[in-house]
C-alpha cells in the first residue's frame, strides 16, 4: 500500500515561492512504472493538474500551461520523495495542494493528505 | 482547451440508483476516471478506464463511456455514498477534471 505523507508551510506571502514536499513509503520515486503528481483545488478553480515527475530509464518532467512559467517539480532519490516549487505567488495560487501517484492507468490512484496553502496579500 | 462538464447537483433516494454524466468533445475516445471526495478527504478513486474498479470499491459503482458522454452509475445507493463526484481525462500530455457533482442522498 503506496502512503503520501506531505510537508510545507500553510502560509506564504505574495511574489514568493512555494515549497512542498511529499515523501513516499511502498513505492520508489525511481519507479518505472509509476508517476509523482502535484494537483491543487481550490473554490474558484476546481481541481487543477499542476504537473508531474517520472524516471523511465532518464528524468520527466510534465507541466499545465497555467502554470509552466512558474513550476519546478523534482525529485529526491535520496530521500524518496518529490517536491513543489511555485514562484511569484499570487492569492489566486491559495488553494488546498495534493501530491499523487499514478501507475500508467491513465487516473490518479493515491492521494496525499491534502495541504491549505494560503498566499497572502 | 479541452473541457469537461458536470451537473451541479444530483440527487436520490436510498436504494436507488444514481447516474452522474460528465460530457466532453469525443470523450468516448479517451479514458475516464471518477473520483469520490467527502468533506475535509481527499478524492478517491472509484472507477479509472471507463469501467474498471479499483481493488476495495463496492461494485455498485460502475462506469461507461461512449460519444460525447462518461456516466457514473451507484445502484442502490447508500447514505454513505453521499458525496462529490468528479470526473477526469488526459488531452495530450495534460489532465482535465470535470466541475463536480454533488451527489445528495435524500
Known amino acids: 500500500q503506496v502512503q503520501l505523507q506531505q510537508s510545507g508551510p500553510g502560509l506564504v506571502k505574495s511574489s514568493q515561492t512555494l515549497s512542498l514536499t511529499c515523501a513516499i513509503s511502498?513505492?520508489?520515486?525511481?519507479?518505472?512504472?509509476?508517476?509523482w503528481n502535484w494537483i491543487r483545488q481550490s473554490p474558484s478553480r476546481g481541481l487543477e493538474w499542476l504537473g508531474r515527475?517520472?524516471?523511465?530509464?532518464?528524468?520527466?518532467?510534465d507541466y499545465a500551461v497555467s502554470v509552466q512559467s512558474r513550476i519546478t517539480i523534482n525529485p529526491d532519490t535520496s530521500k524518496n520523495q518529490f517536491s513543489l516549487q511555485l514562484n511569484s505567488v499570487t492569492p489566486e495560487d491559495t488553494a488546498v495542494y495534493y501530491c499523487?501517484?499514478?501507475?500508467?492507468?491513465?487516473?490518479?490512484?493515491?492521494w496525499g493528505q491534502g495541504s491549505l496553502v494560503t498566499v497572502s496579500s | 482547451s479541452y473541457e469537461l462538464s458536470q451537473p451541479p447537483s444530483v440527487s436520490v433516494s436510498p436504494g436507488q440508483t444514481a447516474i452522474i454524466t460528465c460530457s466532453g468533445d469525443f470523450l468516448g475516445n479517451r479514458y475516464a476516471c471518477w473520483y469520490q471526495q467527502k468533506p475535509g478527504r481527499s478524492p478517491l478513486l472509484v472507477i479509472y478506464?471507463?469501467?474498471k474498479r479499483p481493488s476495495g470499491i463496492p461494485e455498485r459503482f460502475s462506469g461507461s463511456n461512449s460519444g460525447n458522454t462518461a456516466t457514473l452509475t451507484i445502484s442502490g445507493t447508500q447514505a454513505m455514498d453521499e458525496a462529490d463526484y468528479y470526473c477526469q481525462a488526459w488531452d495530450s500530455s495534460s489532465v482535465v477534471f470535470g466541475g463536480g457533482t454533488k451527489l445528495t442522498v435524500l
Open positions: 499523487v501517484g499514478d501507475w500508467g492507468r491513465f487516473a490518479f490512484d493515491y
Open positions: 515527475t517520472y524516471y523511465r530509464s532518464k528524468w520527466y518532467n
Open positions: 478506464q471507463d469501467v
Open positions: 511502498g513505492d520508489s520515486v525511481s519507479s518505472f512504472t509509476a508517476a
